[in-house]
C-alpha cells in the first residue's frame, strides 16, 4: 500500500497537534513495506514550502511526508501499533460523538463566521419550507454550489467548549465541475461556517481532498465521505482515518433496475422533467477507500492491496456485491476488530443490500457477507437498504443502524435497526420509517437520505440525525432532525435553527 498525497494546500501549522486520551489499541499483523511512488511529472528544485510529518514510533511507525505543492513524490509507509481515540475529557462520551482538545483541529474564532448560511439561490425559503435545512447549497462559484449531501458529522467536547465538524460532498458548476470533499465548522452543530475554496491551513474551512489525478486509480471522478475515525498513538495523539466512496467512469450494468437516484451515482439529466420523475442517468462502478489527515483537512490517501488502491474489490460472478461497493462506514468493536458497513445492489434478489466486513488494522479487510436486504412488500424500503450509519448506543451497548430505505417508487426515507452484536443480527426497529420527505413545499420533498447518527450527551437524552435532502429539480442540501428524548422511533425537523 502506498501514501499519495491529496490536499489541494498545506502550511506548517498542519503538524501540530497535543495528547489526546488512547483507549484502544489496533495491533496492526501488517509487515512492513518500502514502496516508492515515483512521479513521471518533472522535478523542481525549489525546496517544499510547507511538510506534514506523521511518526509513530520508532521501529513501528508510520511515516508520511507531504509537500505543500506537488512537484512528484517518494513516500514509505510502514505499519505499527494504532489506537483508537475515546475521544473526550469528559466520561461516558466515546469516539462516535466527542474529543477532547486538539490544537490541531481548534479553529481561529476571527476567522469564520458561526451564523446560519443563508439559502444560495434566487428563491426565497420560508421558515416552514426549510424546515431542518442546516447546510444549503454553496454560492454559485463555490466548489459545492451545484450539489451537497453525505454528511459526516463529529462533536469534539473539551474542558469548555464544543467544536463540531462536518465532512460532506460537493460538486460545483460548469462544465469542468468536480467532485469534492468539503468540511464544515460549527460550535453547535445547528449553524455552521463553510468556506467557497480550498483550505490553506489548519484552520480554514472549505474544500479539503478532490478526486484523483492518476488515470489507475478508483477515485478518479467522484469521492464521497463515508465516515471519519480518530486513531492515535503513544507517539502522536490524534490522526483522522477518512473512508470515502471513489467511483470513476467505468459503466455498471444493473439488470432491470428501477432508474433511481442513488449515492455512487453520475449527475442527474438536467432535464428537470427527467428530474422530477427520478431518471437519473448511468451508474459507474465505485470502491471504498482511506486517506489520513492530522489535522481533518489536509489529507493523504493510504493506497489498499487492489490495482486501484481500494481497500475492497466488488465480489466475484454472481456475488451480492459483485457491481459495486459504496459507502463504507467502520466502526470500532474492540481492540483489533473493525467493522466496515457497506451498501451493493444485488441482481440476484433485484435490491439493494448491506453487508458488512472485519479488519483488525483498518486497512485490510475480509468480507462477512450480506447482512440486511429489502423490506416487506409495500414498504418504505421494499427495494433495498443502503448507506448505513452504524453505532454503538452508549446506555445498552446494543448496535444502532441508521439506513436510507428505498420503496418501490423509488422514493428515499430513513428507517432504524438493531443488533445485539452489530454482525448478522439485524431486526428493523419498525416498519415505518424514523424520518422521510417533507410535504409539496419543502425543501426535501423528494426524499431523505445518507443518514449520520450522533447519540447526545448529558441531561438532553437525545439523538441527532443529520441527513441529505432531495428537493425540487434534483435541488440538495443538508437537514437535521432529533429525537424525542431516548425514543428513536420518529425524529422530528426543526423550525429556524431553534431547538
Not at 431518471?279 to 489535522?295: H, M, N, R, T, V
Request: glycine share 10%; charged share 20%.
Amino acid at each position: 500500500m502506498k501514501w499519495s498525497r491529496t490536499s489541494p494546500l498545506m502550511d506548517t501549522t498542519a503538524a501540530s497537534a497535543t495528547t489526546i486520551k488512547s483507549a484502544h489499541a489496533l495491533k496492526s499483523p501488517i509487515i512492513s513495506r518500502l514502496i516508492n511512488n515515483a512521479s513521471n511529472t518533472n522535478q523542481t528544485k525549489a525546496p517544499f514550502k510547507g511538510v506534514q510529518s506523521l511518526v509513530i514510533s520508532k521501529r513501528r511507525s508510520l511515516d508520511i511526508s507531504l509537500p505543500s505543492q506537488q512537484t512528484g513524490c517518494r513516500h514509505a509507509c510502514r505499519y505499527g501499533s494504532i489506537f483508537l481515540v475515546h475521544c473526550s475529557t469528559k466520561p461516558g462520551i466515546d469516539s462516535d460523538n466527542a474529543t477532547s482538545k486538539n490544537p490541531a483541529t481548534e479553529l481561529n474564532s476571527s476567522s469564520i463566521d458561526q451564523q446560519p448560511q443563508p439559502p444560495a439561490s434566487n428563491r426565497a425559503l420560508s421558515s416552514t419550507s426549510c424546515r431542518g435545512l442546516v447546510l444549503d447549497l454553496g454560492s454559485e462559484f463555490s466548489w459545492d454550489g451545484a450539489e451537497i449531501g453525505s454528511p459526516v458529522v463529529k462533536r469534539y467536547i473539551g474542558d469548555d467548549e464544543e467544536r463540531w465538524h462536518m465532512w460532506y460532498h460537493g460538486r460545483s458548476h460548469g462544465e469542468d465541475a468536480s467532485d469534492s470533499i468539503g468540511l464544515a465548522v460549527s460550535s453547535n452543530g445547528i449553524c455552521w461556517a463553510r468556506g467557497a475554496g480550498p483550505v490553506r491551513t489548519s484552520s480554514d474551512v472549505g474544500m479539503v481532498m478532490n478526486c484523483s489525478c492518476n488515470w489507475w486509480a478508483f477515485d478518479t471522478d467522484s469521492i464521497q465521505p463515508s465516515e471519519v475515525v480518530i486513531m492515535s498513538s503513544s507517539m502522536y495523539s490524534s490522526v483522522y482515518w477518512l473512508y470515502y466512496t471513489g467511483c470513476t467512469a467505468e459503466e455498471v450494468k444493473l439488470p432491470k433496475l428501477p432508474t433511481v437516484a442513488i449515492e455512487n451515482l453520475k449527475r442527474p439529466n438536467s432535464d428537470a422533467q427527467e428530474i422530477e420523475h427520478h431518471e437519473f442517468g448511468k451508474i459507474y462502478k465505485s470502491l471504498p477507500g482511506l486517506a489520513c489527515s492530522q489535522d481533518g483537512r489536509h489529507w493523504a490517501r493510504i493506497e489498499g492491496d487492489h490495482h486501484s488502491g481500494a481497500l475492497l474489490d466488488v465480489g466475484l460472478g454472481n456475488d451480492w456485491d459483485s457491481l459495486f461497493i459504496a459507502a463504507p462506514r467502520v466502526v470500532m468493536h474492540c481492540n483489533d476488530d473493525l467493522r466496515m458497513y457497506y451498501h451493493s445492489y444485488d441482481a440476484e434478489n433485484k435490491h439493494f443490500a448491506i453487508g458488512a466486513a472485519r479488519s483488525r488494522d483498518g486497512i485490510r479487510w475480509v468480507k462477512l457477507g450480506k447482512i440486511m436486504g429489502g423490506g416487506r412488500y409495500g414498504c418504505f424500503d421494499e427495494l433495498g437498504v443502503m448507506n448505513a450509519h452504524v453505532i454503538r448506543n452508549r446506555k445498552d451497548g446494543k448496535y444502532l443502524m441508521g439506513y436510507e430505505g428505498v420503496s418501490a417508487d423509488g422514493k428515499r426515507s430513513i428507517g432504524l435497526a438493531i443488533s445485539n452484536d452489530g454482525l448478522k443480527n439485524w431486526t428493523r426497529l419498525q416498519d415505518e420509517p424514523v424520518l422521510q420527505s417533507s410535504g409539496k413545499d419543502g425543501w426535501d420533498n423528494k426524499g431523505v437520505g445518507s443518514p449520520c447518527l450522533l447519540q447526545m450527551d448529558g441531561n438532553a437524552d437525545e439523538w441527532r440525525l443529520y441527513y441529505r435532502g432531495l428537493g425540487k429539480d434534483g435541488r440538495t442540501g443538508i437537514g437535521m432532525a432529533v429525537s424525542d428524548g431516548c425514543d428513536i422511533r420518529q425524529f422530528h425537523k426543526c423550525e429556524g435553527f431553534h431547538l
